[in-house]
């Protein structure tokens, strides 16, 4: 009977290693989303298949976002050639004029949309807490998620990971 025991609690151990293993391996793709930038035009992610991507929640009255702007504005100037593409989700409570005035202020040089209904950061895992970034890989599966001001010395190097194995 302890054989047997043992047997049933080894196979049940492997089983939950198994399960983890797979779970901590397994990227959630990205959600289908489509909007109107601030610049005019319709967006729709399907275009962003093949690139590296990172997905930008902000907010106009977020200190820290409006920290991280410049940042990403000058890691889309860097890595624009390579296929790296940024996209800003402004969340559904800021305002259309601030949001504009925003990006004209700033330069922005990546597609900004404002999510006026939610349903992209909810899309997201309910988004509501500015900046969060998704780091999305070429074949559009999310890889990391950033809460707060991401750090660009590392997620230059995650990005250039990711590229080198796509």
């Known amino acids: 009977m302890p054989k047997k025991s043992l047997l049933i609690s080894f196979l049940t151990i492997l089983l939950l290693l198994l399960t983890l293993f797979t779970f901590m391996n397994t990227s959630k793709a990205m959600p289908a989303f489509s909007g109107n930038t601030q610049q005019g035009n319709a967006f729709n992610s399907s275009t962003l298949q093949g690139k590296v991507t990172l997905i930008n929640f902000w907010a106009t009255s977020c200190t820290?976002?409006?920290?991280?702007?410049?940042?990403?504005?000058?890691?889309?100037?860097?890595?624009?050639?390579?296929?790296?593409?940024v996209i800003g989700i402004a969340l559904n409570y800021d305002e259309p004029a601030y949001i504009a005035k925003f990006v004209d202020k700033f330069g922005v040089n990546y597609p900004v949309i404002h999510d006026n209904t939610g349903s992209i950061a909810d899309g997201f895992g309910k988004v509501t807490l500015a900046p969060t970034s998704f780091l999305i890989d070429s074949k559009g599966k999310i890889i990391k998620k950033y809460v707060g001001e991401v750090d660009i010395a590392v997620l230059k190097k995650e990005i250039s990971g990711l590229q080198k194995n796509s």
């Open 64 to 85: 820290g976002c409006v920290r991280e702007v410049p940042a990403l504005i000058q890691l889309q100037n860097d890595l624009n050639k390579t296929g790296f593409q």
